[in-house]
């Protein structure tokens, strides 16, 4: 439990909290440590409600592992693997196209693709494959891909492929609606020998913050966000939040910040350590809430807390992620999605609508044909142009998606 150390410096922070355009590190600190957890909950999901409103949105997706193997160790992965015999090291094309167009008849519209980073660097195995089919990178291969997938099936990519150079986010531009990275922590510390992030070259927080820069300056819709309990301290977790705001506040483009638990599994190097309590979870997305503001698109995956889900509800969210309905969760393949049906349900029970978004979030759509939020009219656009028939034919006129699957 907490310690009160000073209510009275607490109840002045969360009352500077509760105008949602973010708090100084100094208060964030002060919920971390000393903020009683109902009266934080209260404040967050307060500020959630002003700018957000009784809306709850998830991304009906199908996950595109297009690559396990990843130059990175990260002691808490269970997705990465080495080359093997007989396995090949990266889906094909027609691999590629088959999940797609399995997805695109299950009602979705995101082609969310996943892999590890930069694997041609060190397995001689993934450089013999990309040039086989004539590329020389993995994120080269990544966008032609999402140029397949776009044009074959309409399905709106978003990757996440690590870390990206200016070159790689303006090909990628052309054929994802948005990208993501996790920061995941600001924290050097935590890749030292033995650390979450040892033998992990690109989990390096400087580079990582790199990336989420220059999305920003070439305006690209970015998802990120922090992974706690890793190891990092409460104050590493406060930085990472801080650093993903001040990004944001830069450039505009963060359009959704994900806060993840760690979840041991049994064949990972941290597969004892201790995960967050629930509590820790709540408190973090609460903070994140108010570091971040009323604005920010605030998510956490409902499968990573079995049926207590909707508790995140109470801490300030306003969207539980990408669902598939036709692929498992690659990242964490124990936790099993809700079906969409039941979450639908359960938000309703929870007070709030459940609406189906695209991977590029209605504020982040500008045009005439769109109505963008009020505060978003002074965005720059943040879709390639040749993408926009095809998010024009997916979202409907207020920006969710266009005639909203039939949860399943
Ligand atoms: S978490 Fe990502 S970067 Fe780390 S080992 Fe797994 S796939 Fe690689």
Request: net charge neutral; with cysteine; charged share 25%.
């Amino acid at each position: 439990m907490p310690i009160v150390a000073n209510p009275g410096h607490v109840d002045a922070a969360l009352e500077r909290g509760l105008d949602g355009r973010g708090v100084s590190r100094e208060d964030a600190l002060s919920f971390m440590r000393d903020a009683p957890l109902g009266a934080l909950l209260h404040t967050a999901a307060a500020v959630r409600d002003r700018f957000k409103g009784r809306s709850v949105s998830y991304s009906r997706k199908v996950f595109i592992p297009l690559t396990h193997l990843c130059r990175d160790y990260c002691g808490y992965c269970t997705f990465r693997a080495d080359p093997q015999v007989g396995v090949r090291p990266y889906m094909t094309p027609d691999e590629v196209l088959a999940v797609a167009e399995a997805g695109r008849r299950a009602g979705c519209k995101e082609a969310l693709f996943s892999l590890g980073d930069q694997p041609e660097r060190i397995f001689p195995e993934a450089k013999e494959f990309l040039q086989t089919l004539g590329f020389d990178t993995t994120l080269e291969y990544l966008a032609a891909m999402s140029e397949l997938v776009l044009t074959k099936t309409g399905l709106l990519p978003h990757s996440n492929p690590g870390l990206m150079g200016e070159k790689d986010l303006r090909r990628l531009r052309e054929t994802n609606v948005s990208v993501g990275l996790m920061l995941e922590s600001a924290s050097p510390r935590l890749g030292r020998p033995g650390e979450a992030h040892w033998k992990a070259p690109d989990k390096v927080p400087a580079l990582r913050l790199r990336t989420i820069e220059t999305a920003g300056q070439l305006s690209m819709a970015f998802t990120t966000g922090i992974l706690i309990g890793i190891g990092e301290t409460a104050e590493e977790r406060v930085d990472a939040l801080l650093a993903i705001g001040a990004a944001y506040r830069k450039h505009g483009h963060i359009q959704e910040v994900i806060v993840q638990p760690f979840r041991a599994k049994p064949d990972i190097r941290m597969a004892l350590a201790p995960e967050p309590s629930n509590e820790d979870l709540l408190r973090t997305i609460a903070v994140a809430r108010l570091i971040l503001g009323g604005e920010m698109n605030l998510q956490s995956p409902p499968n990573l807390l079995s049926q207590d889900y909707p508790d995140l509800l109470k801490a300030g969210i306003n969207d539980w992620g990408g669902i598939s309905p036709v692929t498992k969760d690659f990242i964490n393949p124990e936790a099993v999605w809700p079906q969409i049906s039941s979450l639908a349900e359960r938000t309703a029970k929870a007070g709030f609508v459940l609406r189906e978004r695209l991977a590029i979030y209605p504020e982040f759509m500008p045009g005439p044909e769109f109505t963008p939020a009020p505060e978003s009219s002074s965005r720059p656009d943040f879709i390639h142009e040749r993408l926009r028939p095809y998010v024009r034919k997916l979202q409907g006129g207020d920006g969710y998606a266009r005639g909203e699957s039939d949860p399943c």
